[in-house]
């Protein structure tokens, strides 16, 4: 049977438990916080990058690996006999996939994935392949699947800190001004690889995810219900359960409700204060 080793970049947002159970791993994407380099989840946080707007004022960056990275990340695995996936956040977003289709080439063995979504939208096709893997399939097998199969990938989240977004250029300023006056959280989905503000909620910060997790969730017997995610970048604990109750109230078959927090790459460009409720239609 065939050897396949499946990676996404740190950007899928899943957590050591996750990763151990399924055997995942992850490559840990850049981080420049003020003058110092640093790498998701191995040497900063998202505490971290809040902390330094707070002092500062000012946005930490990300940015992709370049070929050379990829190619050493992956060649132990490949001299070892593996096929190796790679799962990368939409390529309308970031580079790394791009990057990582240069490198594949002059490695071989390799199968980059433009998941066209982020964070646990990531997660969630991984643990897929991770389950084709599991049944015997091959590498090919995997991905024709998943490319398929990520057409299917239910990706929002709502913000209630709608600043940086502005200042990391997601969002006009008017739009965030207006957003703060009148007191909108916008729903942000991703659509063909893209960030789109679809929806604004007004009012109390719990009335707005409820309605949100509503929106998401009610009358809908399209769901596949393996597993749903509810992935925040540092909330308030009320939030958190209470869009749990409201997966368990509208979704009651769920198997599995993962509750995750978002590393540094996703946190630095929605901030604190952001929950998505994310899983695969059927």
Known sequence: MEKVKIFGDSTCDLPKEILERFDLDVMPLPVMI???????????????IYQYYETTGKMSKTSAPNTNDYKEFWKPWVDEGYEVIHFHISSDISGTYNFACMAAKEVGHVHPIDTRVLSTGIGLLMLEAADLRDE???????????EKRKEKCQTSFLVDVVEYLWKGGRCSSVAALGANVLKLKPRIDLVDGRMISTKKYRGKTEKCFAAYA?????????????????????????????????????QPE??????????????CHCGPGTLGILFLYK
């Not at 015997?136 to 998943?146: H, K, T, Y």
């Not at 992935?231 to 009320?238: L, P, R, V």
């Not at 769920?254 to 946190?267: D, Q, Y």
Request: with cysteine; aromatic share 2%.
């Open 214 to 250: 509503d929106d998401l969730l009610a009358g809908k017997d399209n769901i596949k219900l393996d597993r749903i995610f509810v992935t925040h970048s540092g909330i308030d604990q009320k939030i958190v359960d209470l869009m749990v109750s409201k997966v368990k109230e509208h």
């Open 254 to 267: 769920v198997k599995e409700i993962f509750v995750t927090k978002a590393g540094c790459t996703i946190s």
């Open 34 to 48: 003020g003058d110092r380099q640093c790498l998701d989840g191995v040497d900063a946080t998202p505490e971290d």
């Open 136 to 146: 015997g399939r091959s590498a090919q097998e995997i991905v024709d699947i998943i």
